[in-house]
């Protein structure tokens, strides 16, 4: 991996020194279990542990080239290494490697360095998870819209959007756990696995001094199904990097703005455009991790070797095992510290949570109508038409007090037939979402969090949906039952709250019903018509005149024929007065 994404620590498990340190220490161990089996003298594992082990601990940069430049006449790199070993221990050399084949100590120090890499990675994730699980805290209670298919669903708290990146981390961190555990594996059995040339306890004693565990049949090499495991684990890690940093794109966009990546002092976002702040960090993330999920597809296909080994596997590990490894812990350290200094809008999420006039509150109604007695089918109707009647009105003015839908409700008989102003207000309060966040908080993180602000759970709805029916007018005894009608309701958007405030021109949704008649009266005369009897010609003229002017209003651009919501008695829009009456001809 270049240096650009290489931290020191991951590096340095995949140099030449650290590689050639493992070799030894493999070397050594299995010469001191054979001296004590009896198998080669004491006094010969005592200098090859003495004098080799001072040779590897001077190992330079011009060690290494010469046991490149052995390698180059060799074509060996196992070899190469046992002959400059050899120059520093001397006759007692002639005891290294025996019984051995080359896979014992490649596979084996692979394993060394896939865990050392692993316990790098598992500290990586959980100082990600810190970060996280802060973050999540801090805002437990920050409203944002939630969205399905890139389109605003309905109401949810960024900590929750955290805390479901944190559970996805947890489930992570496992995976690298057992993943370690599964490539932790042994193998000195000689040529073909079979310890021909070798005792057991030979590699039993290596394993322990390694932190390993014998692998139970080598077959010379050590099965690639537990390396595949541990890419497969390394490449769902880079998924779950990749989905964060995605959402984190997402929000910085200019359309959007809820949070963006810190932006420091100093910083340059474009070459061009001095004005610009992108999301460079999110990005590269999502490119380091493709380069890990690279790794695994091949880690799968290394899994088929020929009869008991080939080596078609080796230079593909070569590559993406340092790579892999290496661009995971350094997303890993990157994502931490940018979430750590991500910038958050609560204002600019209250803002986009209005944005579509409250049609993301429509399930609230859906649920209510039916629990009032509406069918399923005749609630989803009523309360569709009235969003696609918002969505089709969103450019035709500011919606951002969110009330344009919730206004259409009130104004639909159906809907207000079940449900009072009260209930609809109820049903609008996008709290009303976060009820259950304690319980989702105490499943991700073993603890609650912090508690709501205060006056948070004062104004929350009882978790039960309200709805107000419409009680049934009295009626007296002996009396004929009068229709009652809704008392007229006046606009959300009266004047004083509307954007389109003003006293020539206003917007609004009303409901005018005649007065209700008292019980036992009679019902008042109804106005006569043009030319009824008893009335003066002057009087048929004037009644004349009105039924004209009548006729000739400018109707609404939102008229009952043309409206959602129907009926002679409501409409929405914009009134001008009377047209002006132009002469005959």
């Not at 002959?83 to 290294?96: C, D, H, K």
């Not at 050392?116 to 802060?134: F, G, N, P, R, Y």
């Not at 932790?184 to 079979?194: E, M, P």
């Not at 497969?232 to 959007?256: D, F, K």
Request: hydrophobic content about 45%.
């Amino acid at each position: 991996m270049i240096p650009r994404y290489s931290r020191p620590e991951m590096a340095a498990i995949w140099s030449a020194e650290n590689r050639y340190r493992i070799w030894f220490e493999i070397e050594a161990v299995a010469c001191e279990a054979m001296a004590d089996a009896g198998q080669i003298p004491a006094d010969a594992a005592r200098a090859i542990r003495d004098r080799g082990g001072a040779r590897i601990a001077a190992i330079s940069a011009a060690d290494v080239e010469r046991i490149d430049a052995i390698e180059r006449e060799t074509r060996h790199d196992v070899i190469a290494f046992l002959t400059w070993l050899g120059e520093g221990i001397g006759p007692e050399a002639r005891y290294v490697h025996q019984g051995m084949t080359s896979s014992d100590v490649l596979d084996t120090c692979l394993s060394v360095q896939l865990v050392q890499a692993a316990d790098l990675l598992i500290s990586d994730t959980e100082a990600l998870l810190a970060v996280l699980k802060k973050r999540a805290f801090e805002h437990k209670y920050t409203l944002t819209i939630g969205r399905s298919h890139g389109i605003h669903a309905e109401p949810t708290s960024f900590g929750l959007k955290l805390a479901g990146h944190h559970a996805e981390f947890a489930r992570n961190l496992e995976r690298l756990r057992v993943a370690r555990q599964e490539v932790a594996s042994c193998a000195i059995s000689g040529a073909i696995g079979t310890f021909a040339h070798l005792d057991p306890a030979v590699e039993a004693r290596v394993a322990a001094r390694l932190g390993l565990r014998p692998e139970p049949v080598s077959t010379q090499v050590i099965p690639r199904d537990r390396h595949a495991a541990f890419f497969c684990a390394l490449g769902l890690v880079a998924s779950g990097i990749e989905r964060l940093a995605t959402e984190v794109r997402h929000l910085q966009r200019s359309e959007m703005r809820e949070a963006e990546e810190f932006f420091h002092p100093g910083q340059k976002g474009s070459s061009a455009m001095p004005h610009k702040r992108n999301p460079v960090l999110s990005e590269n993330l999502t490119g380091l991790a493709r380069i890990v999920r690279a790794a695994v597809v091949p880690a799968l296909e290394n899994v088929t070797l020929w009869h008991e080994r080939d080596i078609s596997h080796s230079s593909v590990e070569r590559v993406f095992a340092p790579d892999a490894t290496i661009a995971l812990d350094f997303a890993l350290g990157r994502l931490a510290g940018m979430m750590e200094k991500l910038v958050v809008y609560p204002e600019r999420m209250a803002a986009n949570l209005r944005a579509l006039g409250g049609v993301v509150h429509s399930q609230e109604v859906l649920l209510a109508l039916t629990q009032a007695g509406m069918s399923r089918e005749d609630a989803y109707k009523a309360v569709q038409r009235n969003a696609m009647a918002v969505w089709g009105s969103l450019d035709e003015g500011p919606a951002a007090s969110g009330d344009l839908f919730r206004a259409r409700l009130a104004a639909d008989p159906e809907v207000s037939a079940l449900l009072s102003m009260a209930a609809l207000r109820d049903l609008f309060d996008p709290r009303r979402h976060l009820r259950h966040l304690d319980t989702l908080f105490l499943r991700v993180f073993g603890e609650k969090g912090p508690a709501a602000p205060a006056g948070w759970n004062d104004l929350l709805p009882a978790p039960s949906i309200s709805v107000a029916m419409k009680p049934a007018p009295e009626v007296a005894p002996g009396a004929a039952a009068v229709k009652q009608e809704p008392a007229s309701r006046p606009s959300t958007f009266a004047p004083k709250e509307s954007p389109f405030a003003g006293p020539a021109i206003g917007m609004g949704i009303t409901t005018s019903p005649p007065p209700a008649t008292p019980h036992g009266a009679a019902p008042p005369a109804a106005p006569a018509p043009a030319g009824a009897a008893g009335q003066t010609d002057a009087e048929k003229k004037e009644a004349e005149k009105k039924e004209a002017e009548k006729k000739e209003q400018r109707p609404s651009t939102f008229a009952p024929k043309e409206s959602p919501f129907g009926g002679p008695a409501i409409g929405i829009g914009f009134g001008t007065g009377p047209a002006e009456r132009k002469p005959k001809g």
